[in-house]
């Protein structure tokens, strides 16, 4: 009789040391971590273990938590449920079971690239050149549409101007400047008279 007690006691004993230290299921004190790098612009939406969820808007190098601690010793699975429509992105250390020392979540975003350029009428000289920043296109004599070499980041702005003018034309832009959105940019104008 006496060693029935004493089984049931250290079975007791057992359970109560595994609860406080997290191992007996339920929430915990261990935040499990998200950095976010590369995100232009947008927001992505996560998930742990297909419950808690998690939306972070840009970069966040210094790290956002889930609303939900979780316990030493607990798996958790990281999942995208929703991508920026401005970036393709990546997780890193997605998975595994969380402790104070494997508790942060990598996710790397690639901004998507798009092209710039549109159309050009009446250029009859030779030596016109375009800029966008630091980028600049020679466009030939007689060329009724251009595309820059360079592409540009989802995002971001754009400003294409004349860098220099062609022989006996000169040469406006319209619609040149503007934000890089979800798809190519041919809408910019170059007019030469």
């Known amino acids: 009789m006496k060693k029935t007690y004493l089984r049931s006691g250290a079975a007791l004993l057992c359970a109560a040391t595994l609860a406080a230290c997290g191992g007996g299921g339920g929430g915990g004190n261990i935040p499990l971590i998200v950095r976010v790098f590369g995100m232009t612009d947008g927001s992505i939406k996560l998930k742990n273990n297909g419950g808690d969820e998690l939306t972070v808007?840009?970069?966040?190098?210094?790290?956002?938590?889930?609303?939900?601690?979780?316990?030493?010793?607990?798996?958790?699975?990281?999942?995208?449920?929703?991508?920026?429509?401005?970036?393709?992105?990546?997780?890193?250390?997605?998975?595994?079971k969380i402790n104070w020392y494997n508790r942060t979540v990598d996710?790397?975003?690639?901004?998507?690239?798009?092209?710039?350029?549109?159309?050009?009428?009446?250029?009859?000289?030779?030596?016109?050149?375009?800029?966008?920043?630091?980028?600049?296109?020679?466009?030939?004599?007689?060329?009724?549409?251009?595309?820059?070499?360079?592409?540009?980041?989802?995002?971001?702005?754009y400003a294409v101007g004349v860098l220099r003018q062609p022989d006996g034309r000169a040469c406006t832009v319209d619609k040149g400047a503007g934000s890089v959105g979800a798809v190519d940019i041919t809408t910019v104008t170059v007019t030469c008279k």
């Open 57 to 96: 808007t840009g970069n966040a190098p210094n790290g956002v938590t889930f609303s939900q601690a979780m316990a030493d010793d607990k798996t958790y699975n990281v999942t995208i449920s929703q991508e920026p429509e401005s970036a393709k992105c990546t997780l890193s250390n997605a998975s595994g």
């Open 107 to 157: 996710v790397v975003c690639q901004p998507y690239q798009r092209t710039l350029g549109g159309s050009i009428s009446g250029l009859t000289g030779r030596g016109l050149i375009l800029a966008n920043g630091s980028s600049s296109l020679n466009v030939e004599a007689g060329a009724t549409s251009f595309v820059f070499g360079e592409k540009v980041l989802h995002g971001l702005t």
